[in-house]
């Protein structure tokens, strides 16, 4: 199995919302980590890419834009060692002056569409869910800050001035060192020293993580975890605790042990976001219908977006008041509609979630979290 997955930066994505122009190709489709599969979704995408072709000449592109998406889109079928090393989706955006990629970790529905912009909103579940987190493995005798990425092994982050060990901390030859230094003895002088080492502990991570947004998992066992617990200042201490001493765990080990935690880290934060939503809907503050989603976005009044990963409502969004145009029928030129108003959320500092349909409020294809009420 070779496993590669590359996350899209939200500027990259924002630059993707951003483009403007005739025959902008999107195209989605499940691949397989294991490499003997990949001769299966080489195939898929040869298929898919016969059905962005036909797309184009029903859109009346030019031919010599239809041409080279074509080119580009020939070239990445032929390209066999990018097909040697896939996640779990492929996501592909073509236009006659270039090409980009990305292998996505998340399991992804099929998809081509041919339309002035290219179609986003799957992409969105990788920044929604980027299984990104930080572990501090913390004992009295040792502690490192591992990070813990979708596509590589989970590895060390060098902290500067992180101390080797609760006495290096307190500058001991070791914890229990009943030497008379500032008078410390006993069950209590231990537990000064510990909270000391957590102090320092806390105060190296702080220029290492302040820029981060992203879960720190804490690897510990008692009384360390509730010492560190009282005297950090990270904002996104996760409650949950991988529990016992990570002293003998392997990085690979607690990165695995990570990844469950995450996962309920964000189920919870999707309870909570469903719990604010019906608050906010008896203030009026809550959106569902698409015609209110399609204004709300316009005007910037989205704080929170919910969008249906794999709900298809092609259409059109006026340009000036939001207004929805569907049409079921999916003719040339007509772009994702709940990608659009993705798209207007982002671009106004709003935050979309892209979901599965049991996470979205009200069953609704969309649902938003308001501003203020429209």
């Known amino acids: 199995m070779s496993l ?17 122009g005739e025959g902008l190709v999107s195209i989605y489709l499940p691949t397989s980590p294991i490499t003997t599969e990949a001769a299966g979704a080489r195939i898929a995408f040869k298929n898919l890419a016969r059905q962005a072709a036909e797309g184009l000449r029903e859109a009346g592109v030019a031919t010599a834009a239809r041409e080279a998406v074509e080119e580009e889109l020939d070239d990445l079928h032929e390209d066999e060692a990018f097909w040697a090393v896939q996640s779990h989706s492929l996501a592909v955006f073509v236009a006659a002056d270039g090409l980009r990629a990305f292998r996505l970790p998340n399991q992804l529905t099929e998809a081509v ?6 179609y986003l909103k799957p992409l969105l579940r990788a920044l929604t869910f980027p299984q990104t987190a930080f572990v501090l ?3 009295e005798g040792s502690v490192r800050l591992l990070e813990v990425t979708p596509d590589l092994p989970t590895f060390a982050v060098a902290v500067p001035d992180l101390p080797a ?9 070791s ?7 500032r008078r410390l003895q006993g069950t209590e002088g231990r537990k000064t020293l510990v909270r000391s080492y957590a102090r320092a502990v806390d105060r190296a991570l702080r220029p290492a993580l302040a820029a981060q947004d992203v879960p720190l998992i804490l690897a510990a066992a008692q009384p360390i975890d509730a010492i560190f617990r009282s005297v950090n200042t990270y904002p996104h201490l996760a409650a949950e605790t991988i529990e016992g001493s990570p002293e003998g765990v392997s990085d690979a080990e607690l990165g695995a042990a990570a990844r469950p935690v995450l996962d309920r880290i964000y189920a919870a934060e999707l309870r909570d976001l469903g719990a604010l939503f019906e608050e906010r809907a008896a203030a009026g503050r809550a959106a569902v ?9 316009t005007y910037g009044a989205v704080e929170t977006l919910f969008v249906d990963i794999d709900a298809d409502l092609p259409g059109s969004v006026d340009e000036e008041t939001g207004a929805v145009t569907l049409d079921g029928d999916g003719r040339p030129g ?22 599965r349909a049991a996470d979205v409020p009200t069953g609704a294809s969309g649902a938003a979290i308001l501003r203020y009420p429209i």
């Open 4 to 20: 590669h997955t590359d996350i899209p930066r939200r500027g990259e994505v924002e630059r993707l919302l951003a483009r403007r």
């Open 113 to 118: 569409q041919v339309a002035d912009r290219f």
């Open 137 to 139: 493995a913390l004992a």
């Open 165 to 173: 060990s609760a006495a290096d901390a307190a500058g001991k030859a």
């Open 175 to 181: 914890i229990t060192d009943r030497s008379p230094a």
């Open 289 to 297: 219908e698409i015609n209110d989603l399609g204004r709300a976005a």
């Open 334 to 355: 007509d772009y994702g509609v709940l990608d659009e108003i993705a798209r207007r959320t982002l671009l106004t500092d709003g935050r979309v979630l892209a979901v």
